[in-house]
């Protein structure tokens, strides 16, 4: 039984040590020591904040293919384990160039939209930036303080300030810490202002010039102090109306009035609105004020009394110094967005009779279509020299698309085992119903041919994978690699007419979204007739998809040379399964000894080696050294038809090889890694040698465990269950859905033997 006494005494010394350790309430004088002793954290404005949040989680160069991409680990979603974003490492590194800039500058006078179709991930795009900012606050490099007034009845010196009576308790350097039931009057600053503030301009630039006169040469960002926002940061309308009063009451003490501040740190909070804020489309004011009222049995001091104060409140100021995300921007009245333009240049709030400084950073989201109708408006060139937009097309890499599906299958399948390639098929066939033929025109020489014949399954590989079509040299493979940023950004500003509808016509721009696709696997979980989650049931799930052409606006587009022709991606998909399930058969079954097929390519490369580098080779049964075998190398290269002489494709491996090393000097060479394409072409010639045995061995496996299992030999069934075992172990089938995926390539394999 639980001692309820021992628990709450326990909860209370954690709460008691976490607020001490955590500094949470601080006088004037310790807040200063605190930003003497790290200006460039307790000085930050909101852009500089979320710039820094975003390099606090970590940063790790991406190689994709044919560029390098920065991604941001704070995406991943580790540091509270909930929904990550996958993919879009484009719009990461674009968001955070543009936060350079701001923080460079000092202010975000740019509104980032982020524009696309619906669910290719806008909002989730959003909601980590706000989820990361409220972990980075809790930790000590994330540390946001703010300031309240605070006031007491019982101040030192008989009617000061007319408060009363001096006693005993009351500290003479600071209210900060005085007892709450001494406090006569709070009043907090709702725009949460640096407390650095309260220091006269003349005297502040004097104490940030010796701040940073005092760090190394090569401090990072030393330059923010050299900045507008922490030199010229003013106090708010009410704040500055509070500090006039006090210091002319206490005739230019300012240590008198600072001893009226009480400096609180405060935390990054989604749920109760602090800097992190999300405005939806609905009708009505983001910030107004209202007179300052008061608790019966509190007193505002005397001095005070003729102050008009006010208070302001509404959606941006519960975002100042933080983060405001405007959901669905453009389905408000345009009206309602006007006054946007002067807080995204200026950083100003315009109330009644008052002018709000707030710094934020401010993201909005608009579906495509909203956006095509807006740029139609007169008024969207003054809107968009206030914008920054930022492209949120679907994900153009199938297998990154496949890493969405993952915990949705862990919650919709159940018992029901998911067998593999279910996902891969899904992904697959969603992102080429999202890519747009390529335009050869824009291409020069050699290069051009082979963009005009590159197919939506070649494309979606290519994106993906860096895989290349089959028959291309060396060279071709290379420039073809090297145009994927081309590739990616040739429909970048391209329009169509689609159903009487202008609109943007970028790649990622139509098609199935994840959602949609999501949607079908559920469907495809669910089908009566098939035991598994299998891509058989994945398959049929599309052919059902493909009939509601008045839901999907994408079935409607008109095929252009294979591209937007959703039948054939299902062709394609189809084809890729077959792919991959060979050569998962094959390796199951045992019918080709890859110890002995990667032998064969360690010998090649060592006799290539040397025949580039004009050296002789050390025979490892005789020890003698001689000229690399031209039937070492040669045996190998008939089985994969070159393009081009066996001089020039050796010395292009080996120039592969020294840049691969370049770039992992302390990483093993794993040919399967460098060239796998080559490797997977080589293994396919060895797997067209064992296709009868394949075809013999995959009967048996049908057969077995039915009525027809006395048909398998005996001396064959011990290689029936090691198939399956390996098919189960290696490749994560069960049984059942093994069977399935043979029959598939059984009867792929009739099909194709049928003249």
């Known amino acids: 039984m639980i001692d309820l006494d021992t628990f709450l005494s326990q909860t209370n010394e954690h709460s008691q040590a976490g607020f001490e350790g955590q500094k949470r ?4 004088r310790q807040y200063l020591d605190a930003f003497c002793a790290n200006p460039l954290k307790l000085g930050r404005n909101a852009p500089q904040y979320l710039l820094e949040c975003l390099e606090h989680f970590g940063i790790e160069e991406k190689k994709l293919p044919g560029q390098k991409m920065k991604h941001f680990k704070m995406f991943d979603s580790l540091f509270d384990k909930g929904e990550a974003l996958v993919g879009h490492d484009e719009v990461q590194q674009e968001v955070y160039d543009h936060l350079r800039r701001f923080a460079a500058t000092g202010r975000a006078d740019r509104l980032i939209l982020l524009h696309g179709p619906n669910g290719s991930g806008k909002s989730t795009f959003v909601e980590l930036i706000l989820r990361a900012l409220e972990h980075y606050s809790m930790a000590e490099d994330g540390a946001l303080f703010r300031f309240n007034w605070i006031f007491t009845e019982r101040l030192e010196g008989k009617g000061s300030l007319g408060f009363g009576a001096a006693k005993s308790e009351i500290p003479k350097d600071t209210l900060a810490f005085i007892d709450e039931n001494l406090v006569s009057c709070k009043i907090p600053c709702e725009l949460r202002e640096s407390p650095v503030f309260l220091l006269p301009k003349a005297e502040r630039a004097q104490l940030l010039d010796t701040l940073a006169a005092q760090m190394p040469k090569d401090t990072p960002r030393v330059e923010w102090l050299k900045g507008e926002y922490l030199r010229e940061g003013a106090l708010s309308t009410k704040s500055k109306a509070i500090f006039d009063a006090l210091l002319n009451a206490y005739r230019g003490d300012l240590l008198k009035v600072l001893r009226h501040v009480q400096v609180e740190r405060y935390f990054i909070s989604r749920r109760y609105r602090t800097g992190a804020v999300v405005i939806e489309p609905q009708q009505h004011v983001d910030a107004t004020m209202r007179p300052m009222s008061f608790d019966r049995g509190v007193s505002l001091p005397p001095v005070l009394h003729g102050l008009q104060l006010f208070d302001i409140y509404g959606d941006l100021i519960d975002a100042s110094g933080g983060v405001v995300e405007y959901s669905d921007m453009l389905k408000r009245p345009l009206e309602m967005n006007k006054y946007l333009l002067n807080t995204c240049e200026r950083g100003t709030v315009s109330l009644p009779g008052n002018l709000a400084y707030i710094s934020l950073v401010m993201f909005a989201s608009a579906n495509e279509k909203y956006l095509s109708a807006f740029k139609a408006n007169p008024d969207w060139t003054s809107f968009k020299g206030r914008m920054e937009l ?115 016509a970028y790649e990622g721009r139509r098609g199935a979204s994840a959602r949609e696709m999501m949607t079908l696997l559920a469907e495809a979980a669910n089908s009566s007739d098939y035991r598994c989650l299998s891509p058989l049931a994945v398959f049929e799930a599309i052919k059902e998809l493909l009939k509601d052409r008045s839901v999907y606006d994408f079935l409607r587009l008109e095929p252009d040379e294979g591209y937007h022709d959703t039948q054939v991606f299902l062709d394609q998909a189809r084809d890729q399964y077959y792919r991959w399930v060979s050569v998962e058969l094959y390796d199951s079954m045992e019918l080709v000894e890859m110890s002995e097929f990667g032998r064969r390519v360690d010998e090649y490369f060592r006799h290539v080696r040397a025949y580039v580098a004009g ?67 080589l293994r396919d010639s060895y797997y067209k040698e064992k296709q009868k045995g394949l075809e013999t061995l995959s009967r048996y496996i049908l057969a077995s465990g039915t009525e027809d299992a006395a048909l398998v030999p005996q001396a064959d069934r011990p290689r029936v269950e090691r198939t399956l075992k390996n098919m189960r172990e290696k490749y994560g089938y069960c049984d059942h859905c093994a069977k399935e995926a043979i029959g598939f390539v059984l009867r792929r394999l009739a099909t194709e033997a049928k003249p």
Request: glycine share 6%.
């Open 25 to 28: 309430i601080l006088s004037f």
């Open 390 to 504: 930022i492209r949120f097309g679907y994900l153009l890499d199938w297998r990154k698309e496949r890493d969405i599906y993952r915990d949705y299958l862990t919650e919709i399948s159940g018992a029901r085992h998911v067998s593999p390639h279910a996902m891969d098929v899904t992904a697959l066939w969603g992102v080429m119903s999202r890519l747009r033929r390529p335009d050869p025109d824009r291409y020069e020489g050699e290069l051009a041919g082979i963009i005009r014949g590159l197919t939506p399954l070649e494309k979606a590989r290519l994106y993906s994978e860096g895989a290349t079509p089959d028959g291309l040299n060396t060279e071709q493979k290379r420039l073809l690699v090297g145009a994927v940023p081309q590739l990616k950004e040739e429909h970048a500003e391209s329009t169509m007419d689609f159903e009487n509808f202008t609109c943007s």
């Open 615 to 681: 050296e002789k080779i050390q025979n490892e049964r005789t020890g003698a050294f001689e000229e690399p075998s031209e039937d070492v190398m040669r045996g190998l290269e008939k089985l994969i038809t070159l393009k081009e002489s066996p001089d020039t494709f050796r010395r292009n491996l080996i120039t592969k090889i020294a840049a691969y090393s370049l770039e992992h000097p302390k990483e093993k060479l794993v040919y399967g890694e460098i060239f796998p394409d080559l490797i997977a072409r």
